[in-house]
C-alpha cells in the first residue's frame, strides 16, 4: 500500500470527491498510474480555484483508490469540448479540511520549513504511511488505514 498527495485546486476537488474520482496534472495519465487499488490520498489545495482563486493552503480531501484502473473521461458533455482527462475512481472519507502550516513542522516529506510548498511543485508526491496518518488524523478521519464507503467532505 503506497500513500500519495495530489495538488489540486479546493473547486476541482469537489468535483472528484461529488464523481467519486481524481483526476491529477490536468488529467494526465501517469500520476493516476502510479496508484493501486487500496492507496491512500490526500488532496493538498494551494487555491480555492485554478488558476486566480484565493490562496488555500490546506489539505482538502482524502480517499483510497478503489480498483486502481484508469480510464479516459469524456468531459465534452461539461461544456469543455475536446478535454478528455484520465481518471481513476476514489472512495472519499468524511473529512474536515486542515491548513497545513501547522502540520509543516510534523511531516517527513517537508524536509526545507522555509521552502516547504517546493515539495508540491509536480502535483503529486508519494509520503509514508506515519505522515498519511498525522494529516488523516488532523482531518478528522477516524478509518485512515482502511476503505469504507464513500462520503461526501464537509465544505468549509
Known amino acids: 500500500m503506497n500513500y500519495w498527495i495530489g495538488v489540486v485546486s479546493r473547486s476541482h476537488v469537489l468535483r472528484g470527491v461529488a464523481g467519486g474520482f481524481a483526476q491529477m496534472n490536468h488529467g494526465k495519465q501517469a500520476p493516476l498510474k502510479r496508484m493501486k487499488a487500496g492507496d491512500g490520498l490526500i488532496y ?24 486502481g484502473e484508469v480510464y479516459e473521461y469524456d468531459m465534452t458533455p461539461d461544456g ?3 478535454f478528455v482527462p484520465w481518471r481513476i475512481d476514489v472512495d472519499y472519507q468524511l473529512t474536515q479540511p486542515v491548513p497545513i502550516k501547522p502540520l509543516i513542522a510534523h511531516l517527513e516529506f517537508i524536509t526545507d520549513q522555509t521552502h516547504w510548498g517546493a515539495v508540491f511543485r509536480f502535483g503529486q508526491l508519494k509520503i509514508s504511511e506515519a505522515d498519511f496518518r ?13 476503505q469504507v464507503s464513500p462520503v461526501q467532505p464537509a465544505l468549509f
Do not use: N, W
Not at 493538498?44 to 480517499?63: C, I, K, V
Open 44 to 67: 493538498y489545495s494551494p487555491r480555492e480555484s485554478y488558476p486566480d482563486g484565493a490562496p488555500l493552503q490546506a489539505f482538502t480531501a482524502l480517499g483510497f483508490i478503489r480498483s
Open 80 to 82: 469543455v469540448p475536446g
Open 134 to 146: 498525522k494529516i488523516a488524523a488532523a482531518m478528522g478521519c477516524g478509518q485512515a488505514s482502511q
